[in-house]
C-alpha cells in the first residue's frame, strides 16, 4: 500500500502542486500554477478552520463548480487536501462539502471525475481522514450515492456524517468546531468564520501551511 501510494504520488507529481504558489516560482507561471489558480478561484475548494482537536479543515461547496475537466478537477482536490494535511495539527483532517444550492444537472461531476476522485481519496488518503460531514444532501442526492458508492470503500464510509438543517439548528456540529472556526453555514447563528475568501491572499500571501483565515 505505500509503495503503491509513493508511485501515486511521483507519478501525479505531488511536489510540484504544492509548492504551485511558492513565493520564489511567481515571476513566470507553471503550467500547474496556471491551472490551479483558474480552478481555485471558483472558491469551491479551500482549507479553512479546525476542530476542537486541531485538525484542519477541507471545504468544498459543489454549488461552485461548473467546469469538468478531469485534470483540473483531481488537481485542485489533491493541492486542497494536501495543504489541508499540512495545516493540520494532528495526523488527520476533517471534509467538509456544503451542498446547499447545488444543482444536479449543472454541478454534478461526469461518472469518470467521480470515480477518479474517489478512488484516489479510498487508495491514498483514507488513513488520514477522521470525518466527512455532508450539508444538506440535495433532492435527488440518491442519484449521485448510487452512481458513485460503489468507489468509495468501506473504511470511507465509515467516516461520512450526514447534517442535515434540523441538525445545523440543534447546533450540532459544536460537538467538533468552536464557534470561533465555524461558519454560519456549519453553525447557524454563532459560528464566526464567516469572511469571504480571498484566493490572491489565500495562493499568495499565505505559505502551504496556513489555512484561510487564521
Given at each position: 500500500?505505500?509503495?503503491?501510494?509513493?508511485?501515486?504520488?511521483?507519478?501525479?507529481?505531488?511536489?510540484?502542486?504544492?509548492?504551485?504558489?511558492?513565493?520564489?516560482?511567481?515571476?513566470?507561471?507553471?503550467?500547474?500554477?496556471?491551472?490551479?489558480?483558474?480552478?481555485?478561484?471558483?472558491?469551491?475548494?479551500?482549507?479553512?478552520?479546525?476542530?476542537?482537536?486541531?485538525?484542519?479543515?477541507?471545504?468544498?461547496?459543489?454549488?461552485?463548480?461548473?467546469?469538468?475537466?478531469?485534470?483540473?478537477?483531481?488537481?485542485?482536490?489533491?493541492?486542497?487536501?494536501?495543504?489541508?494535511?499540512?495545516?493540520?495539527?494532528?495526523?488527520?483532517?476533517?471534509?467538509?462539502?456544503?451542498?446547499?444550492?447545488?444543482?444536479?444537472?449543472?454541478?454534478?461531476?461526469?461518472?469518470?471525475?467521480?470515480?477518479?476522485?474517489?478512488?484516489?481519496?479510498?487508495?491514498?488518503?483514507?488513513?488520514?481522514?477522521?470525518?466527512?460531514?455532508?450539508?444538506?444532501?440535495?433532492?435527488?442526492?440518491?442519484?449521485?450515492?448510487?452512481?458513485?458508492?460503489?468507489?468509495?470503500?468501506?473504511?470511507?464510509?465509515?467516516?461520512?456524517?450526514?447534517?442535515?438543517?434540523?441538525?445545523?439548528?440543534?447546533?450540532?456540529?459544536?460537538?467538533?468546531?468552536?464557534?470561533?472556526?465555524?461558519?454560519?453555514?456549519?453553525?447557524?447563528?454563532?459560528?464566526?468564520?464567516?469572511?469571504?475568501?480571498?484566493?490572491?491572499?489565500?495562493?499568495?500571501?499565505l505559505s502551504f501551511d496556513e489555512a484561510f483565515n487564521e
Amino acid at each position: 500500500k505505500m509503495r503503491e501510494t509513493l508511485a501515486f504520488r511521483d507519478k501525479v507529481d505531488i511536489n510540484e502542486i504544492r509548492s504551485a504558489f511558492d513565493i520564489n516560482n511567481n515571476e513566470t507561471k507553471s503550467e500547474i500554477q496556471v491551472l490551479l489558480q483558474h480552478r481555485l478561484s471558483k472558491n469551491s475548494h479551500y482549507v479553512q478552520g479546525y476542530d476542537l482537536d486541531g485538525r484542519a479543515t477541507y471545504v468544498f461547496h459543489p454549488r461552485y463548480v461548473d467546469e469538468h475537466d478531469e485534470e483540473g478537477s483531481v488537481k485542485e482536490v489533491l493541492y486542497t487536501i494536501e495543504r489541508a494535511i499540512a495545516c493540520s495539527h494532528s495526523c488527520t483532517i476533517n471534509i467538509l462539502i456544503d451542498f446547499s444550492g447545488f444543482s444536479l444537472t449543472k454541478n454534478t461531476p461526469p461518472p469518470s471525475i467521480g470515480r477518479k476522485t474517489l478512488t484516489l481519496l479510498r487508495h491514498h488518503y483514507v488513513g488520514q481522514i477522521n470525518k466527512i460531514f455532508i450539508f444538506d444532501a440535495p433532492v435527488g442526492f440518491s442519484v449521485l450515492w448510487n452512481m458513485f458508492k460503489g468507489f468509495i470503500g468501506k473504511e470511507t464510509k465509515k467516516k461520512l456524517q450526514f447534517i442535515t438543517q434540523k441538525k445545523k439548528v440543534a447546533g450540532i456540529m459544536s460537538e467538533w468546531y468552536s464557534d470561533q472556526e465555524a461558519a454560519l453555514w456549519m453553525i447557524p447563528e454563532r459560528g464566526q468564520k464567516n469572511r469571504e475568501l480571498d484566493v490572491k491572499e489565500y495562493l499568495y500571501r499565505l505559505s502551504f501551511d496556513e489555512a484561510f483565515n487564521e
